[in-house]
């Protein structure tokens, strides 16, 4: 079972940042890759960014420029960076991972629980 727990997530004015955490736990045999969605009312969830094992990175259009994607292979952490934020950034952030658990040939896709961010005008 592998458990992904998201912070980081607050209120801020737009302009401003803020840095998102995912940590993943469990019985994990390895990572392939790492990223993060968000989902705002009433639309479908997006992909924002994500991150291969490798440090491949990739970007929605959306966040370009603002965002950085990173992580840390021995603490299976991603981050999140994201500066200049707009009020259209408001959303529940997701972090989602495709792993492989001990004993597990497969790689399977696991979410966490969403950290909310909101960006005022």
Sequence with gaps: ??????????????????????????RIFSINAMGWYRQAPGKQRELVASITNGG??????AVKGRFAISRDNAKNTVYLQMNSLKPEDTAVYYCNTD???????????????????TVSS
């Excluded at 491949?56 to 259009?61: F, G, H, V």
């Design 56 to 61: 491949n990175t990739n970007y929605a259009d």
């Design 1 to 26: 079972q592998v458990q992904l727990v998201e912070s980081g997530g607050g209120l801020v004015q737009a302009g401003g940042s803020l840095r998102l955490s995912c940590a993943a736990s469990g």
């Design 99 to 117: 792993a492989r658990l001990s004993g597990s040939w497969a790689h399977y896709d696991y979410w966490g629980q969403g950290t909310q961010v």
